[in-house]
Structure formats: C-alpha cells, structure tokens
C-alpha cells in the first residue's frame, strides 16, 4: 500500500525568507510524487510532479521540489515566500506497480501562513 | 485544452434525502476519474475512482455509490444521506495511457455538501 506523511500540520515563515513544506513517502515499487495548493473553498491547483531524471523539479509560481529516494522524500521549496503563497498544500504519491497507478494518495496537507 | 466542471457549488440537504452531484470533463478522451471527500479542509480521500464507462471501483464502504455513464462523466449518488455525508467533494481526472496513470490529476472546483 502507498502512503504519504506530511510531519507538520502547519508552517509559518516570514515573507522573504525560503521556505520548507515537508512530505515523505512509501510505495511498493517506484513513486510518482506530486505536489498540490489548495485555497479555501477551492479545488487543488497541480504544482509540480517527479515522474523520473532529475532530483530537482521545478513548477509553477517559484516552487520546487527535491526527490530524495534514500530518505524517501519530496520537500516543497521556495527560495522566498510570498503572502499570497499562503494556503493549504498536499503532497501525493502514485506507485507505479499494479493498481496502485490509478489511485493518487494524499497526505494530511500543511498549513503555510507568511507573515508580513 | 481540456476542463472539468463539478456542480453545485454548495449544497444543503436534509437528512434522508438523495444526492447527486455531477462531474464533467472536456477536451480529453478516456479519462481516469476520481471522487474525493475532503473533511474539515485537511485530508482527502479516494472514495471512487474510474477507468472506464460502467467501471466504478470503491475505496471505503459508505453511504455512497458512483456511475460512469459517458466516457467524461462521473456522477456520486447516495439514496439517503447521513449527517456524516457532509464535507467537500472533490471531483478529478488524469490521462490514461496504455492501461495505466501515471500522471497528475485535475481537480474541479468542488462541491461543500452540508447535511442538515
């Protein structure tokens, strides 16, 4: 079964500083990492994806992500926060083996809130 | 490009009384389709998903069913809903490709179900 951790319910960050939404994962066979914002009363807006090659991906509004398969994690990144990047923010894993490729699991979700 | 419409926006609904709540998606061919429920504006959970017309599968027992009856839409039902049956439905898709999904999926813009 595949399974999504995201440790911290919620993270403050001033704005201009970097900032770090975290998420680990565990899949059967190879992860398909995937990384949502939600705003309230809203559906999710896709941020960016790791389906393969480089450890490094980068998506929409300055985001990025780090694929660690040793430590078995995705951490969202953003070099400096904007007010506007508060929101609720999931990351979600595909496994690439049998069945588990239709199903798109989510963590719990993180709370960021910049503070001005 | 493609687009997928979720309606009603909200709903309030007595207890007892049926549910159906649509799903639509255009500009693809023979999408995966989801339902999720997001309670308390955290986690979500796969209640259904699709991979075909007439090929629903179900992830937790519930008050709950769901049809396929055009390849691009996807409808949740229930006969008499609950109190429990309240929170936000998400509907989504992604793109198939070759009998598996390793994509991103979109989301609609949601339906808040409050059962009163």
């Known amino acids: 079964a595949q399974s999504v951790a995201q440790p911290e319910d919620q993270v403050n960050v001033a704005e201009g500083n970097p900032l770090t939404v975290k998420c680990t994962y565990s899949?059967?066979?190879?992860?398909?990492l995937f990384w949502y914002v939600q705003y309230p009363n809203r559906g999710l807006q896709f941020l960016l994806k790791y389906i393969t090659g480089d450890n490094l991906v980068k998506g929409s509004y300055g985001f990025e992500a780090e694929f660690n398969k040793s430590q078995t994690s995705f951490h969202l990144k953003k070099p400096s926060a904007l007010v506007s990047d508060s929101a609720l923010y999931f990351c979600a894993v595909r496994d690439d083996s049998g069945a588990g490729s239709y199903q798109l699991t989510f963590g719990k979700g993180t709370k960021l809130s910049v503070i001005p | 490009s493609q687009t997928i419409h979720q309606w009603p926006a909200t709903l309030v609904q007595p207890v007892g009384s049926p549910l159906s709540l649509e799903c639509t998606v255009e500009?693809?061919?023979?999408?995966?389709l989801y339902w999720y429920r997001q309670a308390a504006g955290r986690g979500l959970q796969l209640l259904f998903y699709?991979?075909?017309?007439?090929?629903i599968s179900s992830e937790v027992p519930q008050n709950l069913s769901a049809s396929r009856p055009q390849d691009r839409q996807f409808i949740l039902s229930s006969k008499k809903l609950l109190l429990s049956d309240s929170g936000f439905y998400l509907c989504a898709w992604s793109v198939r490709t070759g009998g598996q999904s390793f994509g991103e999926a979109f989301f609609g813009q949601g339906t808040r179900l409050t059962v009163v």
């Open positions: 699709s991979v075909g017309i007439g090929q």
């Open positions: 500009g693809t061919s023979n999408p995966n």
């Open positions: 899949v059967s066979g190879n992860p398909y």
